[in-house]
């Protein structure tokens, strides 16, 4: 098993994702030209992974935050579900309170060094009522630090957050998000949106596996991956 993951990432695989039903059911609206559409997380893969976090660098310390573990599901997977991903140029990831963050396009695919964006149901193994947060934009770097030039680099100053005028990729996590809407321009959205159509996602039968690369896709089920262990 060790040998089929690390083959697969010396391939340049951007993430592995197992298919765990989340432990109670969320959901997001997304915002399409048909209407708003609800997704309900339950069902959709999972991402796990750790990262750290950067505050703002005050003096000669790097400010880093303690880092922590996170499940959720990818803001791709959610964009596609819902039929959106073509309309995005960037993407508001908006909050019940309000608060928003912006997204270009190219960062969502987990190719930037910011790495994958996902929607976090799950922090160090707390969820539900343990961790009333969920669900979090959180970003997974492969080297599990997003740093102030990791967000620089793939948000560029426009999109990134800044502390006064230090960076600081805290304040990139959005708290209890609850719309998905390409082109956002920071109008008030509905706590309680009318949504046209509704989208559930069941994993595909069989399978254990899903890596995603760009924007393809693969499932593998447990035989295929025994075959795989033998290459």
């Known amino acids: 098993m060790k040998r089929l993951v690390l083959g697969l990432m010396l391939l340049g695989v951007a993430l592995l994702l197992v298919s765990i039903p989340l432990a109670a059911e969320m959901r997001v609206y997304v915002h399409t030209e048909e209407g708003v559409v609800e997704v309900l997380l339950d069902g959709f893969a999972t991402v796990e992974g750790t990262v750290a976090y950067q505050g703002p660098a005050m003096g000669e310390g790097e400010s880093w935050r303690d880092a922590r573990q996170y499940r959720g599901v990818s803001v791709l997977s959610v964009l596609q579900a819902a039929g959106a991903l073509s309309l995005v140029d960037t993407l508001g990831v908006v909050a019940a309170d309000g608060w928003f963050k912006i997204l270009p396009r190219e960062v969502l695919f987990g190719t930037t060094p910011a790495g994958v964006p996902l929607l976090a149901i799950e922090q160090d193994g707390a969820s539900g009522g343990d961790w009333e947060d969920a669900p979090v934009l959180v970003f997974l770097p492969e080297d599990e630090a997003f740093s102030n ?23 990139m996590m959005v ?20 949504a046209s159509s509704q989208v559930s996602t069941d994993r595909p039968e069989g399978s254990l596996l899903t890596v995603i690369r760009g924007e393809a896709t693969q499932s593998y089920t447990l035989e295929e991956m025994e075959a795989l262990e033998q290459v």
């Open 149 to 171: 030039q990791d967000m620089l680099e793939a948000l560029g100053e426009e999109y990134s957050h800044h502390f006064g005028d230090q960076p600081s990729t805290t304040g």
């Open 175 to 194: 708290k209890g998000v609850l719309h998905l809407v390409p082109n956002y321009d920071g109008e008030s959205l509905s706590l309680q949106p009318e």
